[in-house]
């Protein structure tokens, strides 16, 4: 297993919408899957997507668990999701605030929907169903967006709900701990 080198904004594979998996038994995914995962768990991330590490494939991995940069978020143990698919969404949104590994140093505060109905291909080839809410319901649409060549600055509403990580750590994290 190995740590991938994240794209950053800018580069153009952050932009391009990603192509389906079209051979799940391919010997070179679980590689790279495995490679996702050990890179969002080195990164403090919650989740990465397959384009920010310059495969521009429909796959991202959530790996939501309390680190340093999340210290509230739920554990659940990493999942690949292939080729995901949102079914259904509920009418209610959340904003909260969201980061990525491709746009180091910034948080903004994003509109998600609290409630989604997923499906996603497993990395055993099967295909699954779930419901998300709130936080990973979260994670998912941010993951997926990257699918689609969007990062989370593009959902930002406003210049004033962008804050820096330090200033975010020192004034959000405070405040919910
Ligand atoms: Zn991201």
Redesign the pocket.
């Known amino acids: 297993m190995g740590v991938l080198q994240v794209a950053q904004l800018g580069n153009d594979v952050l932009r391009c919408k990603a192509q389906p998996v079209n051979n799940i038994s391919d010997k070179n995914l679980g590689g790279i899957i495995d490679n996702l995962i050990a890179t969002v768990i080195e990164t403090n ?1 919650v ?3 397959a384009p ?1 590490v310059s495969i521009s494939d429909r796959l991202f991995i959530m790996a939501s668990r309390p680190n340093l940069r999340y210290p509230n978020a739920p554990k659940m143990e990493p999942t690949a999701m292939i080729n995901p698919r949102l079914i259904s969404h509920s009418e209610d949104r959340v904003k909260d605030w ?6 180091p140093g910034i948080r903004g505060l994003v509109s998600r929907y609290r409630v989604i109905n997923v499906e996603y291909t497993n990395r055993e080839g099967k295909l699954k169903r779930q419901e998300l809410t709130d936080f990973m319901a979260r994670i998912f649409q ?2 997926y ?2 699918l689609e060549g969007i ?2 600055l593009d959902r930002v509403e406003s210049t004033t709900d962008l804050m820096t990580e330090d200033e975010y750590q020192k004034q959000i994290l405070q405040l919910k701990n």
């Open positions: 991330g989740g990465i997507a920010q969201e980061g990525c590994l491709s746009v941010h993951e967006d990257h990062v989370f």
